[in-house]
């Protein structure tokens, strides 16, 4: 089951049913045996926090991917995802904010199937396997100027 957690906002059924889609496929594609995957938006503050107590990193991200299956392909994961990081990303890549969000949940989903991005080959690899999950879209949900939230 692949669930989204939000604060203040309401996200689109297109734009969940998509990203559901594709993530469902990464996990069937890796063998992964999902129990659940949900994708929690929150602010940049939030994440650096747990960032901070947890990682013990001092920086701000995109996203934390926490896989607590005791299964070796299991999937039982928590993303938390910044909101801020992706309206922000979508304009220094110039593209729609949906897209983005879509990307970043792609990226936490092969993180859980044991992808990493440390090192430039780790982060090729992987910015290769997002862009194509992202062709499996139907693009016409981003050719409207809209936010990533229903109004």
Wanted: aromatic content about 12%.
């Amino acid at each position: 089951m692949i669930s989204f957690f939000y604060q203040d906002e309401e996200y689109s059924d297109d734009l969940t049913n998509a990203i559901s889609k594709i993530c469902l496929q990464i996990f069937q594609d890796y063998n992964k045996n999902l129990n659940y995957s949900n994708y929690i938006l929150v602010s940049n503050e939030e994440l650096l926090e747990i960032n901070r107590t947890h990682l013990h990193h001092d920086y701000y991200t995109d996203i934390i991917t926490f896989n607590y299956s005791d299964i070796v392909n299991g999937v039982e994961a928590e993303m938390y995802i910044s909101i801020n990081n992706v309206a922000d990303n979508s304009v220094l890549f110039s593209v729609a904010p949906q897209l983005e969000l879509v990307r970043v949940c792609i990226h936490g989903s092969l993180h859980v199937c044991g992808f990493d991005d440390v090192t430039d080959s780790d982060k090729s690899e992987m910015q290769s396997l997002e862009n194509e999950y992202i062709k499996l879209l139907d693009y016409d949900m981003f050719h409207v100027e809209h936010s990533i939230f229903k109004k």
